[in-house]
């Protein structure tokens, strides 16, 4: 990928500079010519095209605001309830990620679930244990986020 992108923008600039002036407005019209160029020669590329994981970046980017969002909402409502009305317990959550990088974006972003945390991480990686504050809630919740997020996670690490 920074391959491709500092070819992209070599791209920009031969065509900036070919130009009669020089203005940002060249180097733009210059890196789009560099994207097109690129995804016409994509195949020559061992990496997919760079945009395409830009996009998949996006698109985590967006589903993280969205949990971040919703789960800041649900901590309000909880924490402003005139009686607490917990039940925590741990359980477990399998995965099928590989990596320190997978796993690690998978636990964070599970922390950001409403009253989840990551307590450990098994040895094979394969199985992540969580601590939920209300515990039929807080399993359904995680397991949803956990499809969601792998999902996402994937399509940014793998290609």
């Known amino acids: ?27 733009i019209s210059g ?14 590329f061992k990496k997919p095209y760079y945009l395409f994981t830009l996009a998949a970046v996006g698109k985590l980017f967006v589903i993280f605001i969205h949990e971040l969002i919703t789960s800041a909402m649900m901590v309000m409502k909880h924490v402003l309830r005139p009686k607490l009305d917990v039940k ?30 990551v307590m450990e991480v098994s040895g094979d990686s394969k199985v992540l244990y969580v601590h939920g504050l209300n515990m039929p809630d807080s399993k359904e919740s995680v397991i ?7 999902k996402a996670i994937k399509d940014v690490t793998r290609k």
């Open 144 to 150: 949803k986020s956990k499809t969601i997020f792998e």
């Open 88 to 117: 925590p317990g741990i359980f477990k959550v399998e995965t099928d990620l590989e990596g320190d990088l997978e796993i690690t974006l998978l636990s964070l972003l599970i922390c950001l679930t409403p009253g989840s945390v």
């Open 31 to 44: 890196y789009i010519v560099g994207l097109i160029i690129l995804f016409f020669m994509r195949r020559f």
């Open 1 to 27: 990928m920074p391959v491709q992108v500092l070819l992209n923008i070599f791209i920009a600039y031969l065509w900036m500079f070919l130009q009669d002036e020089t203005s940002g407005l060249n180097f």
